[in-house]
């Protein structure tokens, strides 16, 4: 009865494949996010869905795609993966759009590029 | 665009004492700030939060603080023991529409 659940937990791969990480929760909420997490712990959004609809999009790598095929499931696809792109990816959702509410995140899916 | 300045990033105290952790924003818009505590190799969680209509908050040992006016909010742990060691988060909710967090602060609690 996970909330929120990311898999895998953990990923390491070589550079230049491609990755998907993927999330679902089951807390009935309309929002959706991905966080990046760096080897300083800086928490950085990614992307937020709102309903399966793209309402954040922060200036990341165009090879990094997310896809939402419904409100309670929200996917993260990584293409031409690269040695910087190691870190630990957070899955969240909440009850309100954009974050002013409580974020409920998943376990996180660590990432290593070799 | 909006920047949430957090201090210390680190922190040490000895068990009983109190910890206090600062943080600053720079959206004048802001209403909602919230705090997580993220364990080593586990996820944030929220453990308390303040909008901006209220100055100050309680919970047991922890407590938030938000000067609206010099733009600057802080949260305390009374009494911390050792499972209060963790990576300390607040973040600010404003006119981006995106919860922006701090750079956290690593609290260690010695027995």
Redesign the interface.
């Known amino acids: 009865d996970t909330a929120v659940s990311q898999t895998p937990k953990y990923l390491v791969t070589q550079m230049g494949n491609d990755k998907s990480i993927k999330c679902e929760q089951n807390l009935g909420h309309d929002t959706m996010y991905w966080y990046k997490q760096d080897s ?6 990614m992307f ?1 869905y709102n309903n399966k609809e793209l ?2 999009n922060e200036t990341v790598p165009n090879r990094f795609s997310p896809k939402s095929p419904d409100k309670a499931h929200l996917n993260l696809h990584i293409n031409s993966l690269e040695l910087g792109d190691s870190a630990v990816y ?1 899955c969240a959702s909440s009850p309100t ?7 409920f ?4 899916s660590r990432l290593t590029v070799l | 665009g909006e920047n949430v300045e957090q201090h210390p990033s680190t922190l040490s105290v000895q068990e009983g004492d109190s910890a206090v952790i600062k943080c600053t924003y720079s959206d004048s818009a802001s209403n909602y700030f919230p705090w997580y505590k993220q364990e080593l190799g586990k996820r944030p969680q929220l453990i308390i939060d303040i909008r901006s209509n209220v100055g100050e908050k309680k919970d047991q040992r922890i407590a938030v603080t938000l000067n609206k006016t010099a733009k600057h909010f802080s949260l305390h742990i009374t009494e911390t023991q050792p499972e209060d060691s963790a990576v300390y988060f607040c973040a600010a909710y404003g006119n981006t529409g995106k919860l922006i967090f701090g750079q956290g602060t690593t609290l260690q609690v010695k027995p």
Do not use: C
């Open positions: 300083k712990k800086f928490l950085k959004i937020s309402i954040i957070f759009r954009g974050g002013a509410g409580e974020l995140f998943g376990e996180g």
